[in-house]
């Protein structure tokens, strides 16, 4: 038996949560999500918790009932309070500006980055060099923040580029002298 799938995810009060067939939606005081679970995996509402159960011992379904139980709770857990990551840009005229529902960036390259912000993502930039992402569900705000990362991420040597707050970024020495 997974250790993850099988705790009982709680479901604090104000949170509503339905179940059809494999169709998972949850309500909550922050807004509502909607996701599909596969379909090795059940899930029950009994009370205040939700079980995720497997359907057989197979490998795949033992793979899918801890996930399940986690993206069952992460849904849980957003509808109450949002899930927020943050960017840092550091570097010499690099800088972030907020443009309707569009992020544009100034990171070193030959043209403006203009990253569309999805709905579902509340976006704000603070100083020109932090962005703050905010959203109920948790895949959404990492995916964002990830590609947002990706248009320069953070080098080594300098220490410009786009970074996560407190990410650590290992700095190398550079070239010396002979």
């Given at each position: 038996?997974?250790?993850i799938g099988?705790?009982p995810?709680e479901?604090p009060?104000g949170?509503?949560?339905?179940i059809?067939?494999?169709?998972v939606?949850v309500q909550?005081?922050k807004?509502?999500l909607q996701r599909?679970l596969p379909?090795l995996?059940?899930?029950?509402v009994e009370?205040?918790?939700v079980?995720?159960?497997?359907?057989?011992?197979?490998r795949?379904?033992?793979?899918?009932?801890?996930?399940s139980r986690?993206?069952v709770?992460?849904?849980?857990?957003?509808?109450?309070?949002?899930?927020?990551?943050?960017?840092?840009?550091?570097?010499?005229g690099?800088r972030?500006?907020?443009?309707g529902?569009?992020l544009?960036?100034q990171?070193g390259?030959s043209h403006?980055?203009?990253?569309?912000i999805?709905?579902?993502?509340d976006c704000?930039v603070?100083?020109?060099?932090l962005?703050?992402l905010?959203?109920?569900d948790?895949?959404l705000?990492?995916r964002?923040?990830?590609?947002?990362?990706?248009?320069?991420?953070?080098?080594?040597?300098?220490g410009?580029?786009?970074k996560?707050v407190?990410e650590?970024v290992?700095?190398?020495?550079?070239?010396?002298?002979?």
């Open positions: 038996m997974s250790r099988k705790k995810v479901v009060s949170v509503k949560v339905e059809n067939g494999n169709v939606k909550g005081p807004g509502n599909q379909q995996v059940n899930a029950k009370g205040n918790q079980l995720v159960e497997r359907e057989n011992d197979e795949r379904a033992r793979a899918m009932h801890g996930l986690t993206l709770a992460n849904m849980v857990i957003g509808v109450v309070t949002p899930y927020k990551k943050s960017l840092e840009i550091s570097g010499v690099y972030a500006e907020l443009k529902k569009s544009n960036l990171v390259l403006d980055v203009n990253h569309p999805p709905d579902g993502v704000k603070d100083k020109q060099t962005v703050h905010e959203s109920i948790k895949e705000v990492g964002v923040a990830a590609e947002i990362r990706a248009y320069r991420p953070c080098e080594p040597y300098k410009k580029g786009i996560y407190g650590r290992r700095r190398k020495e550079g070239k010396t002298g002979t």
